[in-house]
């Protein structure tokens, strides 16, 4: 039964966090915040990972030099998103200025 709740009140959380509320964190715990901000940042990651092997197997038609230009500009395109990410996602309207 404990598991269940917990489980339920991280769900409400994840829909919180990807809804169009406004948010003070000034006035929310610490770690709610800090969730309330990651989980946008994480279903991004997650979307452009997906992107990413779309993007390898339609080109991977075309040889192995396509493939590896593929997966470098991914792992550049990678690091830009972590960089903008860490520098909107750390100040209290992060989420705001993406979404």
Not at 29 to 44: C, D, H, Q, T
Not at 61 to 79: N, P
Request: with cysteine; proline share 1%.
């Amino acid at each position: 039964m404990k598991a269940t709740v917990k489980f339920i009140s991280i769900l409400k959380l994840i829909k919180e966090s990807v809804s169009d509320s406004e948010q003070d964190y000034t006035r929310v715990r610490i770690k709610k915040g800090i969730f309330l901000l990651a989980v946008p940042m994480i279903l991004e990651m997650m979307m452009e990972s997906l992107f990413a092997v779309v993007d390898i197997f339609f080109v991977g038609r075309l040889g192995e030099h396509a493939i590896a230009t593929v997966g470098l500009t991914e792992a550049a395109i990678m690091i830009v998103f972590c960089w903008n990410g860490r520098q909107h996602g750390c100040d209290g309207n992060g989420i705001q200025k993406i979404w």
